[in-house]
């Protein structure tokens, strides 16, 4: 089984940058796409962005698209989301999750989810 462990969460004023990192261990990370998703109280998970297992194909969600980047360096087996221009409604907690072969945005074509990582923007 997978594992992921998501960091770099935290209080970040509007305006601001973060960078999320998602570490995986268990299986062949290589063929395996990688997803954020993120999640208020109340509310669906929702897809943020996605890469595919050689990093070659990224998608994104219209609301951080020209904020947000995906990236992954699978010599570390880490996935990242380096989030600029952060806006209060980027409030959320943060999952990385993970699933072989292709990219999907539906939540629940995922197999393995890390535990989630704060972010809280300031206005």
């Known amino acids: 089984q997978m594992q992921l462990v998501e960091s770099g969460g935290g209080l970040v004023q509007a305006g601001g940058s973060l960078r999320l990192s998602c570490a995986a261990s268990g299986r062949t990370f290589t063929n395996y796409a990688m997803a954020w998703f993120r999640q208020a109280p109340g509310k669906e998970r929702e897809f943020v962005a996605a890469?595919?297992?050689?990093?070659?194909?990224?998608e994104y969600a219209d609301s951080v698209k020209g904020r947000f980047a995906i990236s992954r360096d699978n010599a570390k087996n880490t996935v990242y989301l380096q989030m600029n221009k952060l806006r209060p409604e980027d409030t959320r907690v943060y999952y990385c999750?993970?699933?072989?072969?292709?990219?999907?945005?539906?939540?629940?074509?995922?197999?393995?989810w890390g535990q989630g990582t704060q972010v809280t923007v300031s206005s």
């Open positions: 999750a993970a699933k072989p072969w292709a990219i999907v945005l539906r939540t629940t074509e995922y197999d393995y």
């Open positions: 890469i595919s297992w050689s990093g070659g194909s990224t």
